[in-house]
Nanobody, 125 residues
Framework: QVQLVESGGGSVQAGGSLRLSCAAS????????MAWFRQAPGKEREFVAA????????MYVDSVKGRFTISRDNDKDTMYLQMNTLKPEDTAIYYC??????????????????WGQGTQVTVSS
């Protein structure tokens, strides 16, 4: 049974950093990519970053380019999101997603088959 669990969220002041983790369990051999999405209250879930499971390719939404870095440790079945120079507008619940199928870039939430429960990130000014 596939399961995704996020961790690493919390509260930080503007300009600070956080590192999110997404631990995967169950059969993951056929996964093509994994991604991070975020959703603020009253707003739709938006794409943040994605990475191919068996390649170095990655993509980011324009608002986080140069500040966030997505990575994956295939040996541990864990994905990370290093978030630097955080801004108040980054405040949201961050979700881990996996396996949208062989589509790249996968930036639509409906394309993903598996989701974590989310972890809250709050950035204060």
């Amino acid at each position: 049974q596939v399961q995704l669990v996020e961790s690493g969220g919390g509260s930080v002041q503007a300009g600070g950093s956080l590192r999110l983790s997404c631990a995967a369990s169950g059969p993951t051999f056929s996964w093509y990519s994994m991604a991070w999405f975020r959703q603020a209250p009253g707003k739709e879930r938006e794409f943040v970053a994605a990475i191919k499971v068996s390649a170095d390719s990655s993509m980011y939404v324009d608002s986080v380019k140069g500040r966030f870095t997505i990575s994956r440790d295939n040996d541990k079945d864990t994905m990370y999101l290093q978030m630097n120079t955080l801004k108040p507008e980054d405040t949201a619940i961050y979700y881990c997603a996996a396996d949208p199928g062989p589509v790249w870039p996968p930036s639509r939430a409906a394309e993903y088959d598996y989701w974590g429960q989310g972890t809250q990130v709050t950035v204060s000014s």
